[in-house]
T-cell receptor, first 113, second 113 residues
Framework: SQQGEEDPQALSIQEGENATMNCSYKTSINNLQWYRQNSGRGLVHLILIRSNEREKHSGRLRVTLDTSKKSSSLLITASRAADTASYFCATGGRETSGSRLTFGEGTQLTVNP | DGGITQSPKYLFRKEGQNVTLSCEQNLNHDAMYWYRQDPGQGLRLIYYSQIVNDFQKGDIAEGYSVSREKKESFPLTVTSAQKNPTAFYLC????????????FGSGTRLTVV
């Protein structure tokens, strides 16, 4: 099955800096989604970008998608300590049925006050 | 408020026992999913259901069983055939196309004692 791979596995920055996380995948997709997980909790949906879109914004989040390179990036601007969490990309494939998503292994982001 | 509820939050299983994890949603979502998460890892799909009375195996279905008798409910049974069940289990739901992303429960942490 296709799988997103996040890079880096871990990222540590200072409050106020920007954080960039990358995701690569292997096969054609309908859409790519980003989720956030605080330690020991469920995941929270952040943003979805469709395969025919190149960039999308939501508040301090900016997502880009390059289908020719099979990659996406998530940028968090002006980071805060509360942004500390794991971030996962998930892909919905053209070949898979309906709503099934495949998740990557995540990037652990630590924002130091 | 609409949401998805998993219970219990913590569960302990003795060797050779079957245990059932509960997942209930009141979002009127057609699709429901079970994922397993091991420490520091991504999510792996166990089973999913896109409609009542129908479900499909995910990537790691061996040792697990599910039922979908009601739209609101998708319980997961971890059987004694699952040799390494200690993990964090996450339930999620979505519309049929998942175009708005998944809504996750807060998880059940299962430990074998």
């Amino acid at each position: 099955s296709q799988q997103g791979e996040e890079d880096p596995q871990a990222l540590s920055i200072q409050e106020g800096e920007n954080a960039t996380m990358n995701c690569s995948y292997k096969t054609s997709i309908n859409n790519l989604q980003w989720y956030r997980q605080n330690s020991g909790r469920g995941l929270v949906h952040l943003i979805l970008i469709r395969s025919n879109e190149r960039e999308k914004h939501s508040g301090r989040l900016r997502v880009t998608l390059d289908t020719s390179k099979k990659s996406s990036s998530l940028l968090i601007t002006a980071s805060r300590a509360a942004d500390t969490a794991s971030y996962f990309c998930a892909t919905g494939g053209r070949e898979t049925s309906g709503s099934r998503l495949t998740f990557g292994e995540g990037t652990q982001l630590t924002v130091n006050p | 408020d609409g949401g998805i509820t998993q219970s219990p939050k913590y569960l302990f299983r003795k060797e050779g026992q079957n245990v059932t994890l509960s997942c209930e949603q009141n979002l009127n979502h057609d699709a429901m999913y079970w994922y397993r998460q091991d420490p520091g890892q991504g999510l792996r799909l166990i089973y999913y259901s896109q409609i009542v009375n129908d479900f499909q195996k995910g990537d790691i279905a061996e040792g697990y069983s599910v039922s979908r008798e009601k739209k609101e409910s998708f319980p997961l049974t971890v059987t004694s055939a699952q040799k390494n069940p200690t993990a964090f289990y996450l339930c999620a739901s979505s519309t049929g196309t998942a175009i708005y992303g998944y809504t996750f429960g807060s998880g059940t942490r299962l430990t074998v004692v």
